[in-house]
């Protein structure tokens, strides 16, 4: 337990060292939140004059979806960090260490993590400048944050594990595309449950990216904390579901050599 | 003592190709010995078991005393590996690499930060260790992936194809340094290679290895002696068998070994007898279309064990060698 709590902190190190050396990585990080919320806040704005979104703003409605839409795109492509040590033999030479073998992959999820919590919280104080309250107060602003740390590490885990099964980052761009937005869609991020058609009402039920838009939303207004801990529940679920996958596809990777 | 022992190891892929058929092998404690084969011929794949990267689908190996199979971790703790495939982080610098290598390689926390420093000096890239290994040239980068495989004192090192890849100097100038490693270091060292003249200029002993088999072992120069003189290739219309037989009945013929199109004969003195050997095939009605003289190459030991070149059939093995992104930079 103590080479993989170590392991995993060094391999940590690594990769946020790497991604603090992408100077593009932290403009877009920065900037994205911005286009999201002000395109998004503008053209919808009026969406809320429908009953069904109770009385709020736009902006207050939108902005814990885009902090769950953001923390899906940025956790999803997790893979492709391993998938480039895969290629280069950054992978042969930690397997040939004594390296803990689940810090190798825990440390990546880790990274997916901490790096969500940064742009979630970036997107948070956009949010309040733009104009959204925060009923729930300094709690709901660290639930939200926990709330969206914990789908980024669900989905780099399941973004790892594709990755290790199939070893090509256009399997890996195929998939996740192909999960991303209709995840996103398939949720109340941008559009309240009671207006949603009734089939996309029970998909969005077992969508992790539903359960975490709902927890955010809910620990923004403060008022349904039940509600949240169930939410983070699923997800702390999610997380271990997808972290099982991961570690059985690094199984098959390393048997398959 | 001996460091390895690999007992007619073999390796079957999933996909049913068959990478290495039978390896054996023995490497004496403090010795370099050389694994010597074209490209596929399944050095990369004896490394790889060898380093516990791939399970053997038969046969055993130890490696310092440790059973790579039911004791991978043990032989993980005493081995360096440098793949043919670089493997350092190019988004890092020299002393990041460095230093996470220590750390996975479990050297004592208080050793680290000196070690790396020594290790830096030692391999002259003191001035580069703070600077993104992408800036390196590729002596650079192999000298610090050298450097990565030594950080912990390992008792065996590996090294995959040390030189592949670099240029004439680069190469030389490595050779300097695997040298330096053999005086200074108390280390074995397995290394894959497919240039003769390095396992000549490296290694205490070698094995040949040709489509997963080891054709043969020894000391390079007792290898060397085998093949003396000079190979002519003589590329003829047709009728290689016969012409191979005429050839044979000559005194200055030392072996004639057909191959395709073409006939070698192995001879003391190349430029003398060629015009013989001309003559002697045009008397028998067997044209000559080219010939080419050489001295004795990697080929034509391999020629000499195995029956044939590996140049073209280790062109074509190297296509059904592994998965496609695990091979560890075989055709880099």
Same mark, same amino acid.
Request: net charge neutral; charged share 20%; glycine share 10%.
């Given at each position: 337990?103590?080479t993989f709590?170590?392991d995993?902190?060094?391999?940590?190190?690594?990769?946020?060292?790497?991604?603090?050396?992408?100077?593009?990585?932290?403009?877009?990080?920065?900037?994205?939140?911005?286009?999201? =919320?002000?395109?998004?806040?503008?053209?919808?704005?009026?969406?809320?004059? =429908?009953?069904?979104?109770?009385?709020?703003?736009?902006?207050?409605?939108?902005?814990?979806?885009?902090?769950?839409?953001?923390?899906?795109?940025?956790?999803?492509?997790?893979?492709?960090?391993?998938?480039?040590?895969?290629?280069?033999?950054?992978m042969d030479r930690m397997l040939a260490t004594p390296a803990h073998r689940g810090a190798l992959?825990?440390?990546?999820?880790?990274?997916?993590?901490? +790096?969500?919590?940064?742009?979630?919280?970036?997107?948070?104080?956009?949010?309040?400048?733009?104009?959204?309250?925060?009923?729930?107060?300094?709690?709901?602003?660290?639930?939200?944050?926990?709330?969206?740390?914990?789908?980024?590490?669900?989905?780099?885990?399941?973004?790892?594990?594709?990755?290790? =099964? +199939?070893?090509?980052?256009?399997?890996?761009?195929?998939?996740?595309?192909?999960?991303?937005?209709?995840?996103?869609?398939?949720?109340?991020?941008?559009?309240?449950?009671?207006?949603?058609?009734?089939?996309?009402?029970?998909?969005?039920?077992?969508?992790?990216?539903?359960?975490?838009?709902?927890?955010?939303?809910?620990?923004?207004?403060?008022?349904?904390?039940?509600?949240?801990?169930?939410?983070?529940?699923?997800?702390?679920?999610?997380?271990?579901? +997808?972290?099982?996958?991961?570690s059985?596809?690094f199984k098959v990777y390393r048997r398959a050599a | 003592?001996?460091a390895i022992v690999v007992d007619?190891l073999c390796k079957?892929?999933?996909?049913?190709?068959?990478?290495v058929?039978?390896?054996?092998?023995?490497?004496?404690?403090?010795?370099?010995?050389?694994?010597?084969?074209?490209?596929?011929?399944?050095?990369s794949t004896t490394v790889r078991m060898l380093a516990t990267l791939s399970v053997p689908s038969g046969g055993s190996a130890q490696v310092a005393g440790r059973d790579v199979e039911s004791d991978a971790a043990g032989v993980r703790r005493r081995i360096g590996y *440098?793949a043919?495939?670089?493997?350092?982080?190019?988004?890092?610098?020299?002393?990041?690499?460095?230093?996470?290598?220590?750390?996975l390689e479990r050297?004592?926390?208080?050793?680290?930060?000196?070690?790396?420093?020594?290790?830096?000096?030692?391999?002259?890239?003191?001035?580069?260790?703070?600077?993104? !290994?992408?800036?390196? %040239?590729?002596?650079? #980068?192999?000298?610090?992936?050298?450097?990565?495989g030594?950080?912990h004192?390992p008792e065996v090192l590996y090294?995959d194809?040390?030189?592949?890849?670099?240029?004439?100097?680069?190469?030389?100038?490595?050779?300097?340094?695997?040298?330096?490693?053999?005086?200074?270091?108390?280390?074995?060292?397995l290394?894959?290679?497919?240039?003769?003249?390095?396992?000549?200029?490296?290694?205490?002993?070698?094995?040949?290895?040709?489509?997963?088999?080891?054709?043969?072992?020894? !000391?390079?120069?007792?290898?060397?002696? #085998?093949?003396?003189?000079?190979?002519?290739?003589?590329?003829?219309?047709?009728?290689? %068998?016969?012409?191979?037989? !005429?050839?044979?009945?000559?005194?200055?013929?030392?072996?004639?070994?057909?191959?395709?199109?073409?006939?070698?004969?192995?001879?003391?003195?190349?430029?003398?007898?060629?015009?013989?050997?001309?003559?002697?095939?045009?008397?028998?009605?067997?044209?000559?279309?080219? !010939?080419?003289?050489?001295?004795?190459?990697?080929?034509? *030991?391999?020629?000499?064990?195995?029956?044939?070149?590996?140049?073209?059939?280790?062109?074509?093995?190297?296509?059904?060698?592994?998965?496609?992104?695990r091979?560890g930079?075989?055709?880099?």
């Amino acid at each position: 337990m103590r080479t993989f709590i170590s392991d995993t902190l060094h391999l940590l190190v690594r990769h946020l060292r790497t991604t603090l050396r992408i100077p593009i990585w932290i403009v877009v990080t920065l900037v994205q939140p911005v286009i999201w =919320l002000t395109l998004y806040g503008q053209l919808f704005r009026r969406v809320v004059e =429908l009953p069904g979104f109770g009385d709020t703003t736009y902006i207050e409605f939108l902005t814990p979806g885009v902090v769950i839409m953001t923390a899906l795109f940025g956790s999803a492509w997790s893979g492709m960090g391993l998938i480039e040590d895969l290629n280069e033999g950054v992978m042969d030479r930690m397997l040939a260490t004594p390296a803990h073998r689940g810090a190798l992959i825990a440390a990546r999820v880790l990274h997916a993590a901490v +790096t969500v919590l940064v742009q979630s919280l970036i997107i948070l104080l956009f949010g309040l400048v733009l104009g959204a309250s925060l009923p729930g107060g300094i709690g709901a602003f660290l639930a939200i944050l926990g709330i969206a740390a914990l789908l980024g590490a669900g989905f780099s885990a399941f973004s790892n594990g594709v990755a290790l =099964l +199939t070893r090509r980052e256009e399997t890996l761009i195929a998939v996740i595309n192909f999960f991303g937005m209709p995840l996103t869609f398939l949720s109340t991020a941008f559009m309240a449950a009671t207006l949603m058609p009734s089939w996309i009402g029970v998909i969005a039920k077992v969508n992790p990216v539903n359960w975490g838009v709902n927890a955010a939303r809910d620990a923004m207004a403060g008022t349904n904390w039940g509600g949240v801990g169930v939410n983070m529940a699923l997800l702390a679920g999610f997380v271990l579901l +997808t972290s099982f996958f991961a570690s059985q596809a690094f199984k098959v990777y390393r048997r398959a050599a | 003592m001996n460091a390895i022992v690999v007992d007619h190891l073999c390796k079957t892929y999933r996909n049913g190709v068959d990478a290495v058929t039978d390896v054996s092998f023995t490497v004496s404690a403090g010795e370099i010995f050389g694994l010597l084969g074209p490209n596929g011929a399944g050095k990369s794949t004896t490394v790889r078991m060898l380093a516990t990267l791939s399970v053997p689908s038969g046969g055993s190996a130890q490696v310092a005393g440790r059973d790579v199979e039911s004791d991978a971790a043990g032989v993980r703790r005493r081995i360096g590996y *440098v793949a043919q495939a670089s493997g350092v982080d190019r988004h890092g610098t020299g002393r990041e690499n460095l230093t996470l290598q220590a750390h996975l390689e479990r050297v004592p926390k208080r050793d680290i930060a000196g070690r790396v420093g020594s290790l830096l000096e030692w391999i002259g890239l003191t001035e580069a260790a703070d600077r993104l !290994v992408n800036t390196y %040239s590729g002596g650079m #980068k192999r000298r610090l992936d050298i450097a990565m495989g030594l950080v912990h004192e390992p008792e065996v090192l590996y090294l995959d194809e040390p030189t592949t890849g670099l240029d004439p100097e680069t190469r030389s100038a490595l050779w300097a340094d695997l040298k330096r490693i053999r005086q200074e270091r108390k280390l074995t060292v397995l290394l894959t290679t497919h240039y003769l003249e390095e396992a000549d200029q490296l290694c205490d002993r070698v094995a040949i290895i040709d489509r997963g088999r080891v054709v043969i072992e020894g !000391v390079p120069s007792d290898l060397k002696a #085998k093949i003396e003189g000079d190979s002519v290739t003589l590329n003829v219309e047709g009728r290689t %068998s016969e012409g191979a037989s !005429v050839l044979r009945t000559m005194e200055e013929v030392l072996e004639v070994i057909e191959d395709g199109d073409s006939i070698v004969a192995r001879v003391a003195h190349g430029a003398t007898a060629v015009p013989a050997l001309i003559t002697a095939l045009e008397r028998a009605g067997i044209g000559v279309n080219a !010939v080419t003289l050489s001295r004795p190459s990697l080929d034509d *030991v391999y020629l000499h064990y195995t029956g044939h070149r590996f140049t073209s059939n280790g062109m074509a093995e190297q296509n059904h060698q592994a998965p496609a992104n695990r091979r560890g930079g075989d055709q880099r």
